[in-house]
């Protein structure tokens, strides 16, 4: 057992770095798991919105049910985007100095004003979509859930035509508004990393450009995953008027609808996204500038498996054929989204955990251990335990979110 | 034609579709009395670097101007008390290196030596003379000029390899006792 | 702007970060650019400098990190190079074998992962090394500092004399700085637990004295100067012979200054 005041001298990042060869003495990997989860969860929220909006802004009238839906999974998933960078930071309750002194020059404080500009979009048309629905819970309910709608409600009442109508022209803007900046959104967190110009893997101008496409990616295929699921869900509950049979038939047509318009976009991004990527590796082998050396150990040997076979084979490849070859089943719809979604993480992890693989020196290199079973705070927060806190809490903000909105779609024989 | 009616469509949408606009402001506005509290503007700001490398709080400056104890002091310090010391050090081959450089103890501030630290630690270890006198490969570097190297793990003798060299090596002369 | 340097400037003349200072075109109301000077040809590799910074500075003696370091550089016949720095040398260099490398039976370097075979230390054969000398390094107070650049909140900032600081009531410890510095010279201090950094000894020079490092060495390996001030004799190395700066590349402007650095040094 390290005493408390051995454990005060370790520093950040020591615990879960191994060095090997020549290394500088103060290289340690800094930015570790959390920072692995921060681009993948901004990434999801990027992704649900742009779901949502291609029903707002393009009309796709059969993508209504899973567009609603992802607008309210993306509510859930923005304060969650924020926690990897609460656990991470040495100073957390310091975390506000970004909005009182931010200093635009840096990737990360201008993200931060980038975030709530989004932040306040999605909130506003989720406030749009279901104020009606507000104002009729409110007048409908009493006690604390009453309460809770009258002030969801912001003190309007309004449910004439031309109220609705606004509501509509509203959440359209802002659906409109909001794709640009999902993309400026998740282009900065890319930015973030491309303009590192010290970090030979990182520095690259088509950085952002794979983070969104990746992004997007990402967050078609967690709405799709969750909305089959969700309505897998719905069979639970009772449907007046419809047999079990009626509503499992209902279920199944409505999942394979929604799969059979999303897919297409999915593959739009997965293309580019790989498009991209073999497009960065091949340059750099190409061009094979100082750094190569260290950098072709490190993509082509040492994480070769981890990106070829995990990230390329796995989470892009496989999936997509899987998609592709015909008669489609649901089950194999899940499986080829689970692995998507696995891809996009596995990416995220390439970049931020591959980007401190080798050292400065070019002549040496870091290991990361993800730390498993927590020894201290430290090592719970920025290990395998707090990466699953973060995962978790949308679905546990989904939950909760249900109480308010409904979440969970419901059927009847119309 | 059509942008009239898009600023008209603007103006005749109903109130109710600015107040998450007010709910906005009003955050923003929360944002900013705190700020107010908490930041003095008459320090932080831009300063003499400009934005990019110079958006400091000016006061910090003065901590690691003024706030910052001096800890470590060069050899002349020493010099005014430990004399007979100063003068055998001066006229020996060590006469280069800083008292403090094994009198050194961590977290004292050397000016307080002697009216609050009575005695400064003295690190007699192995360890401090074989920095320079270890005997490893230094072709074509300052070490080579160093003349006395040992091999730390059998001078004098094998079996003596923990003894302190203080035993029977006279440091401030730099001679054999 | 007055430049000083006479008739030769003109359109696509290409002025470097050190020509721009030393010419005395104040670039702010300071009359103080600190600059210093690392002469690796003197250094022996004691690890004194190292010492005397972790008193001064207040950094754990124990702990892994330091705000100033030695490396060593061993460079074999066959062209092989090997460099360690252990524990930041702050016990410095006793031992001929060379920290951070394992070798096989053969004696051929690997990298041990995962590998059951028998590993040994790497102590290269003495009569192999072609050369093999010391660089201190320490953080460059560079004139376009990276670090300073991405810090998100103001808390690292660059004073008119050119130091780089880190204020420790605002940093929040998100270690952007740290990622961006190509020398490697940040790290997040263990007890403070913000993002730390040489400083020249701010708290010394600005008062006429040495940084403790320059101090502690016993070979004149090390000295700090102004550049602004033309009789300064760290200035005067500087204007006069053949200096390097580490990874000129990327233009960050380093001003710490060495003589005798070689190409290997990384």
């Known amino acids: 057992m390290i005493s408390e005041a051995a454990h005060e001298l370790i520093i950040h990042g020591e615990a879960w770095t191994e060095k090997f060869q020549f290394v500088y003495p103060n290289e340690f990997i800094v930015w570790s798991i959390q920072i692995v989860m921060y681009p993948y969860m901004t990434g999801l929220v990027a992704g649900a919105f742009v779901l949502s909006s291609l029903y707002h802004v393009f009309g796709q009238k059969q993508l209504k049910n899973v567009a609603t839906f992802s607008l309210a999974f993306s509510f859930c998933l923005l304060p969650v985007a924020m926690m990897p960078l609460q656990l991470h930071l040495q100073q957390p309750l310091r975390g506000m100095e970004v909005f009182f002194t931010p200093h635009f020059t840096s990737a990360i404080a201008a993200f931060g004003i980038v975030f709530s500009t989004y932040g306040a979009i999605v909130a506003s048309e989720i406030w749009f979509v279901y104020r009606k629905f507000f104002i009729d819970q409110a007048q409908s ?274 | 034609m059509k942008y009239l009616v898009f600023c008209d469509n603007i103006l005749n949408m109903k109130a109710h579709a600015y107040r998450p606009l007010l709910v906005l402001i009003a955050v923003v506005a929360l944002i900013l009395v705190v700020r107010a509290m908490v930041i003095s503007d008459k320090d932080f700001g831009a300063h003499e670097k400009g934005y990019r490398f110079g958006w400091h709080d000016k006061q910090n400056e003065e901590f690691w101007k003024d706030g910052f104890k001096v800890k470590y002091l060069d050899k002349s310090f020493c010099q005014n ?14 006469k280069n290196i800083s008292c403090q450089n094994c009198h050194a103890k961590e977290g004292v501030v050397a000016a307080d030596h002697p009216e609050k630290v009575e005695k400064m630690a003295i690190d007699r270890s192995r360890g401090q003379c074989l920095r320079c006198h270890a005997d490893i490969p230094d072709v074509g570097s300052g070490r080579a000029l160093i003349t006395k190297k040992v091999d730390g793990a059998s001078h004098p003798w094998p079996e003596a390899k923990e003894s302190e060299c203080v035993e029977c090596h006279d440091v401030h002369a730099a001679t054999f006792k | 702007m007055k430049l000083g340097l006479g008739a030769a400037v003109g359109a696509g003349t290409l002025i470097t970060e050190t020509g721009k200072i030393i010419a005395a075109a104040p670039q702010n109301d300071s009359d103080t650019r600190y600059a210093f000077l690392v002469d690796t040809t003197k250094c022996v590799g004691c690890g004194f400098c190292v010492k005397a910074c972790k008193v001064e500075n207040e950094i754990p003696f124990e702990a892994n990190a330091s705000r100033t370091w030695v490396e060593r550089y061993v460079v074999m016949k066959d062209g092989s190079v090997y460099a360690d720095s252990p524990k930041a040398a702050r016990e410095g260099f006793t031992s001929p074998e060379i920290s951070g490398y394992v070798t096989s039976s053969e004696g051929k370097v690997v990298l041990p992962h995962g590998e059951h075979e028998e590993l040994h230390p790497l102590v290269p054969d003495e009569k192999e090394i072609s050369k093999s000398f010391f660089v201190p390094k320490l953080c460059n107070q560079c004139d376009k500092p990276a670090c300073v650049q991405v810090c998100p909140v103001g808390a690292t900032y660059q004073a008119a004399d050119g130091v780089v600081l880190v204020d420790r009531t605002w940093c929040i410890g998100c270690g952007y700085c740290i990622m961006s510095c190509p020398y490697g010279v940040r790290f997040f201090h263990p007890v403070q637990k913000v993002a730390e950094k040489c400083t020249w000894c701010y708290h010394r020079i600005t008062k006429g004295m040495k940084p403790a490092c320059v101090d502690a060495c016993a070979f004149g390996a090390r000295d700090i100067g102004n550049l602004k001030d033309p009789d300064d004799p760290v200035t005067k190395i500087i204007k006069t012979e053949r200096v390097q700066v580490l990874k000129p590349d990327y233009g960050t402007g380093p001003q710490a200054y060495y003589l005798g650095l070689d190409h290997e040094v990384r």
């Open chain 1, 141 to 414: 309910q009493g006690g604390l859930r009453g309460f809770i709608y009258k002030v969801l409600t912001l003190g309007s009442y309004d449910k004439s035509e031309e109220a609705l109508h606004t509501d509509h022209r509203m959440a359209t803007i802002l659906a409109a508004i909001g794709i640009p900046v999902a993309a400026f959104l998740h282009g900065y967190a890319g930015f973030i990393f491309g303009s590192v110009k010290a970090n030979a893997l990182w520095m690259t101008p088509l950085m952002p450009v794979i983070f969104i496409m990746s992004a997007v990616v990402s967050g078609i295929a967690l709405c799709m995953l969750v909305y089959i699921i969700m309505l897998e869900i719905s069979r639970m509950y009772k449907h007046p008027g419809l047999s079990n049979l009626q509503v499992k038939e209902t279920v199944r047509t409505q999942q394979m609808d929604v799969i059979m318009m999303t897919k297409r976009y999915l593959f739009i991004f997965l293309v580019a996204a790989i498009t991209l990527e073999l497009l960065d590796l091949i340059f750099r082998g190409y061009t094979a500038v100082k750094s190569w050396g260290i950098l072709s150990e490190v993509l082509l040997k040492h994480d070769f498996v981890k990106i070829f076979v995990l990230q390329y084979g796995l989470g892009n490849l496989l999936p997509f054929v899987m998609l592709l070859l015909p008669r489609l089943t649901i089950k194999r719809t899940v499986v080829a989204l689970c692995l998507v979604l696995y891809g996009v993480f596995m990416m995220r992890w390439n970049v931020v955990i591959g980007g401190q693989s080798f050292s400065l020196t070019f002549a040496g290199f870091m290991q990361y251990h993800l730390p498993f079973i927590p020894t201290n705070f430290e090592t719970f927060k920025e290990g395998f335990f707090g990466a699953l806190t973060v995962i978790a809490t949308p679905f546990f903000l989904l939950w909760l979110l249900n109480f308010i909105i409904p979440v969970i779609p419901k059927h009847s024989n119309q």
């Open chain 2, 81 to 94: 008390c430990h004399t007979d010391k100063w003068d055998t050090l001066m006229g020996s081959a060590h």
